[in-house]
């Protein structure tokens, strides 16, 4: 039987969605503003067909210098989910589009409720918080990595997504008890509906030197309905998840989860696995440093870079796909560098695939990021999700 790959090219949304203006985004273009400042070299991600799935986001048709190799497959989607967060991008990629308000810390300063951190202080026997703010998480350590070092006070803060964020020294303030005060925060903040709490630990002497490490640990809500994984689990299929995919379904739905961080370990990972994969498993692999290292901090460059960098070594990873096996590529929102700000962008996102069972060509604008799920589902011989409608296959009988 066959295997699959899905890669999350974590933030590379295509262009803005049709309701961006709704969460202040008309105009955002992740991939459109990354071209047009730095012009990467991206010869094996177009030929799957992500300059043309860009095109075919803003409603024309490819230009010569954009068209993809004959034989992919491609195509944009619109979120319908009711965030831009990685949570509901994920869920509703894999059947459950999110279709409920999350909660959010509104307030750029004193973000947090009295009361909520007051039982987290007293719960997790703490000397108090810093920050209670909404920041970007390495200028937040610059400005108070030194205080939290001199009085043992974890650092909170939150962003525009829904999420409570911890950030920690892992040696100075212990990276197990770290992930115990996550753990509490997460029992806490179910009553504001919060999607993710997030461990942030890391390491450094002074501001010059804080870095977070690659021992984050997200604590999420589980999906709130069965997804694409928990189908195939139930088939007795495997799914392999690599990075933090794990953390987002909350472990739910995962038979096998692989850590790592960092682009290159990512993509040496996910290389390594797939070859390794039996039959009848999907492997499933979220890019985060697209997002985290170059979206938020409005790295134009650096995340030109880093496709480039990934792009070189995509045929590697193209080389492993067998007679019969689907490899997909798409992402979970938006992040344009070049945005007011430092959160996510509400953008369409790119779908591209390889299976010798998929109509080659434009698949279109995708109504939900529940398409790339059923189409997963009908490469396995899963029932038809809840949502999505697949990709187009080739009638072979």
């Not at 944009?76 to 509901?88: I, L, N, P, V």
């Not at 953008?347 to 990021?369: H, M, N, T, Y």
Request: with cysteine; net charge negative.
């Amino acid at each position: 039987m066959a295997r699959a790959l899905l890669v999350v090219l974590d933030s590379l949304g295509v262009g803005a969605a049709p309701d961006a203006e709704r969460f202040g985004d008309a105009g955002a273009d992740t991939f459109g503003h990354i071209l047009q400042h730095c012009a990467p070299a991206l010869p094996n991600l177009r030929a799957l067909g992500l300059h043309a799935a860009h095109a075919l986001a803003h409603g024309r048709e490819p230009a010569a210098h954009e068209r993809p190799d004959p034989a992919a497959t491609w195509a944009a989607m619109r979120e319908r989910s009711t965030g831009k967060d990685t949570t509901s991008g994920h869920w509703e990629m894999c059947g459950v589009p999110v279709q409920f308000d999350w909660g959010y810390f509104t307030a750029h300063e004193h973000s947090f409720p009295p009361a909520l951190l007051d039982a987290l202080i007293e719960r997790a026997g703490l000397p108090g918080v810093l920050g209670n703010c909404r920041a970007s998480g390495t200028e937040i350590l610059q400005r108070l990595g030194a205080e939290h070092i001199a009085t043992g006070k974890p650092i909170v803060y939150t962003s525009a997504d829904s999420v409570f964020q911890i950030a920690a020294h892992e040696h100075c303030f212990g990276l197990e008890r770290l992930y115990r005060v996550c753990a509490i925060a997460r029992e806490l903040v179910d009553d504001y509906r919060i999607a993710r709490v997030i461990a942030r630990p890391f390491v450094g002497e002074d501001a010059s030197s804080f870095k977070r490490t690659g021992h984050r640990h997200d604590y999420a809500v589980p999906p709130v309905a069965p997804t694409l994984l928990d189908a195939l689990v139930a088939a007795g299929k495997q799914v392999i998840a690599i990075g933090k995919v794990s953390d987002i379904f909350a472990g739910q739905g995962i038979s096998r989860s692989i850590p790592a961080s960092g682009l290159d370990a990512l993509i040496d990972t996910t290389i390594r696995t797939f070859r390794e994969a039996p039959d009848d498993s999907l492997v499933f692999v979220n890019l985060v440093d697209f997002d985290s290292e170059y979206g938020h901090r409005r790295d134009v460059a650096g995340y030109a870079a880093a496709l480039e960098r990934f792009d070189a070594r995509l045929p590697e990873l193209l080389a492993e796909r067998g007679l019969g096996d689907l490899m997909l590529f798409s992402a979970d929102h938006g992040n344009d560098p070049t945005w007011p700000g430092s959160d996510h962008t509400r953008e369409c996102v790119p779908l591209l695939a390889l299976g010798i069972d998929l109509w080659p060509g434009s698949a279109g604008l995708r109504d939900g990021f529940a398409d790339l799920g059923q189409t997963l589902a009908q490469h396995f011989g899963l029932a038809p999700l809840a949502h999505g409608r697949a990709l187009a296959r080739i009638d072979n009988d």
